[in-house]
């Protein structure tokens, strides 16, 4: 990304003296809807992010520019100065969330522009957090650790944005490290870097360019049925404090006490960190085929049992299956965004003009094409 677009603006608007930080999206090979429930997940950081030039300004007040929306906002850094627009309240959230743990950041300059394509599933929300939480942490000398940084992150998503998230997209933008991806145990945040380069194969994105409403009320009612199932089962099996330490047998001695819906919930999060257990020992043998079987069930447990993959989504993972591609599935939260494909070299081709032509002729419009470049998290470049 050039970041002279950011840079000429913050000339203009602020002065000559700046810092350039960036912080990515990411992708995840497989283990959704698994952080919130204290199970596994594999994310990595990609090259596409969000760019801040950013200045202390030895004020209390925040002045920020949006580039991707041209508008400017000003705001101070308590609860009641805070900003309307959507975009600023991630920024003023990271603020806040810093203040609530006792750190002190004062007012600052900033103007900002991203390349994370928004609701595709990429955590464009997170690489935006990111990237402030740590640049703020490092102009004011804050000293706060980098799991910190990334709370930070997932507390302004769930105070200021409404989104109950889990961990990985703030982990995985803060942590990122380039040609690895991150296995990381959301329940203890224990994690380790697999260094991923799969021969012969490509990873791509293609994305439906959907987004669905009321996404974020949907992805917190999934998390309540996993909390309330995973009660009942806690009620029997102390030892159980997360969703992902039960077993399928647990979940049977409570299904008749859960609601159906719960019970399915329930049944994709279990089955789900059995998949992620099976990457983890296929990469270790370069075993992508196995990898890829797991991606198509994730698919297809996202898809019937935890119910957030959509027909856009559903269309293009046939489209897959079709064309021979070794792994497919909905990424992310899912109700739209993107598919991750694992696929081979040599149909990599054939499968992007196939899944363009199909998803033109049913949808009317082409799917866009993302190439996954795995890259490193929060810095500062300039
Ligand atoms: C969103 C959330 C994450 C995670 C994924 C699903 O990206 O922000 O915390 O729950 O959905 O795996």
Redesign the pocket.
Known sequence: MDTRIIEEKFKSLFGDNYMVYTSPGRV?LI??????NGGF?FPGAIDKGIYAAINPNGTDKVRAYSADYNEQVEFGMNEDDAPKESWARYIFGVCREMKKRGFEPKGFDTVFVGDVPLGA?M?SS?ALESTFANALNEIFNLNIDRFELARIGQST?HNYCG?K?????QFASVFGKKGHLMRLNCATMEFEYFPFNPEGYKVVLLDTVVKHELASSA?NKRRESCENACAHIKARHPEVNFLSDATMAMLEEVKSEISEEDYKRAVYVIGEKQRVLDVCDALEKGDYETVGDRMFGTHYGMSKEYEVSCEELDFLNDVAKQCGVTGSRVM??GFGGCTINLVKEELYDGFIATAKKEYLAKFNREPKVYDVVISDGARRIK
Not at 31 to 36: I, N, Q
Not at 165 to 169: A, K, P, V
């Open positions: 995840n283990g959704e809807h698994t952080d919130y997940v599933g955590s997170a998503e989104v998230c889990g961990i990985m997209d992805y992310g939260g």
